[in-house]
């Protein structure tokens, strides 16, 4: 049976009214009522896709049996701000053990250097610049910057792609920021895309490899960790951001190992005001009862065999908490239920309510109760592909807009 074209499938249920030139939405649904003037409009809403459902087995449609008693609250080592703030360094020197702290640098800058060829093609921009940023072993990472035409600086948003994902979720998730005036920065995961594909052999620099993630582990040392590859892109282009555009937030969105990566950046660097990681990850022991891959391990970075010391520290429920506790800041999770290739089925269900009312309690400030932290999980069962939906991405607007559009 065919798989339902996304757009048939929101065209239905969901009704984009309006759309980007991508064919993207650019508001909510035509079935949600306009909001009276002065009153939030309400959140997209959209069915479970009855075709795709039926295409699926039952293990897509019901807690695994392997998550049935974990108590994810006992799991959570994480009860009080003071806890994250105590976590999150430790976290930090397990990524780069030669300072222990975040790097400070700024990227080399090249601006206005027309449209990249290794970008698909964009609308409303006003501006391409580069940021090249130099690592270890001779790695220099690139992170292209999109400044639109209608530019609000102090709206400023990071996407970051996956392990080698076709670029057309990137291109429609940003060309959507893009018109909601952010500045976007486009990050691709070491070795893939426009990244190079080769690193000195740790032996022998003189010698260029072309490793896959899976073969890191040889540049491990008791001072350097691999890890840096897939963070230090971003922590160096939050300095330059921070230096040049002075954004009062910055968000964060991010597909499949770019999702994995806008669940780690996020928690341990506040900066990141939003984030919004769709298909990266799941707890260590909601993994087996994936649907697929059975179990779902994940590449060297998101496996706790191959990072004992980092995810020793914090399994995902704290690195979440992590992510999302903090003033102003939000972070959603979004899960396909029905994803092609990883982190699907509906096992995030055993650990959703937990995570959601242990940020809640720890965010909440005791004498003007208000809200410094909040976390959310959105399962879309829309599609059966590995992307970022129209759905999910009406739903991410839809929440900068609404609850964020007021705040820094």
């Not at 060309?175 to 995961?189: E, K, R, S, W």
């Not at 950046?265 to 990266?280: E, K, M, V």
Request: with cysteine; charged share 15%; proline share 9%.
């Amino acid at each position: 049976m065919s798989i339902v074209n996304r757009r048939s499938v929101l065209g239905g249920a969901l009704a984009v009214t309006a759309t980007t030139a991508t064919g993207w939405p650019a508001t909510a649904s035509a079935e949600t009522p306009a909001a009276p003037a002065g009153r939030p409009a309400p959140r997209p809403v959209a069915p479970v896709n009855a075709e795709i459902a039926a295409a699926h087995a039952a293990v897509y449609k019901t807690l695994p049996e392997v998550v049935v008693g974990v108590d994810v609250e006992d799991l959570m080592k994480i009860h009080t701000a003071a806890d994250a703030d105590a976590l999150r360094p430790q976290l930090v020197a397990q990524v780069w053990k030669d300072t222990g702290v975040m790097p400070t640098g700024l990227p080399t800058v090249r601006r206005d250097v027309g449209v990249p060829a290794e970008l698909p093609a964009f609308t409303g921009v006003r501006r391409y610049d580069r940021l090249d940023v130099a690592m270890p072993f001779g790695y220099v990472a690139t992170v292209f910057v999109l400044e639109p035409t209608r530019s609000n600086h102090s709206r400023v948003a990071f996407y970051h792609n996956g392990h080698g994902e076709p670029l057309d979720t990137m291109q429609r998730v940003a060309q959507g920021l893009l018109d909601h005036g952010y500045t976007v920065l486009l990050f691709a995961m070491p070795f893939y895309h426009w990244n190079p594909k080769t690193i000195q052999d740790p032996a022998d620099p003189s010698v260029q490899l072309q490793p896959s993630h899976n073969d890191l582990p040889q540049w491990e040392s008791v001072n350097y960790s691999p890890l840096a590859l897939f963070l230090e892109p971003l922590a160096v282009s939050m300095n330059y951001v921070q230096k040049t555009y002075r954004p009062s937030s910055v968000q964060m969105v991010g597909l499949s190992g770019g999702g994995w990566a806008t669940t780690i950046y996020p928690a341990l660097d506040p900066r990141i005001t939003r984030s919004y990681p769709t298909a990266g990850s799941l707890p260590f022991f909601v993994r087996p009862g994936s649907p697929k891959p059975s179990p779902t391990r994940g590449d060297w970075e998101q496996r706790q065999d191959m990072q004992p010391g980092f995810y020793g520290l914090a399994d995902f429920p704290d690195l979440y908490a992590l992510a999302a506790v903090g003033r102003h800041r939000r972070q959603m999770q979004i899960l396909n239920r029905f994803d092609e290739c990883c982190f699907n089925g509906v096992g995030h269900r055993s650990y959703e309510a937990a995570v959601r009312q242990r940020i809640a309690v720890i965010g909440t400030d005791a004498v003007s109760n208000e809200s410094n932290g909040h976390w959310e999980l959105l399962e879309d069962a829309t599609h059966g592909e590995h992307t970022i939906s129209p759905y999910a991405l009406s739903v991410i607007l839809w929440d900068l807009d609404v609850h964020c559009a007021h705040l820094p």
